[in-house]
């Protein structure tokens, strides 16, 4: 679940029914766009740690938060104190606050 902005895409990797040409058309519809990045065709993805790619379900293990997008090797967040595990389950970092350890959605968080 990674997001990217138009403009941040090479040409090649924009939704087919764009019209390429017309890119302040494309931004202001670009709720109608239908799209899937490489890396989710492949099914591939960068460790959020390590940043090296993988393939998911196999190099890679997902953070178990539904809306979250981390992807870690296992000897990645094995490595990170911060992480919370539960049956062979894990909440990454990114979702509990460095300072006072409380989880995300308790506080409003910055990052």
Not at 58 to 65: E, G, S
Request: net charge negative.
């Amino acid at each position: 679940l990674r997001s990217f902005h138009l403009n941040c895409l090479p040409p090649e990797h924009w939704p087919d029914n764009l019209d390429q040409t017309d890119y302040p058309r494309a931004l202001a519809e670009d709720d109608h766009l239908n799209w899937i990045c490489p890396d989710c065709i492949a099914g591939t993805a960068a460790c959020a740690s390590c940043r090296q790619d993988g393939v998911i379900g196999t190099d890679l293990i997902k953070c178990k938060m539904g809306s979250c997008g981390n992807y870690y090797h296992l000897a990645c967040i094995k490595a990170l104190p911060s992480a919370r595990w539960k049956d062979n389950n894990f909440n990454c970092p990114t979702h509990y606050c460095f300072g006072c350890d409380m989880s995300g959605d308790a506080l409003k968080m910055v990052r």
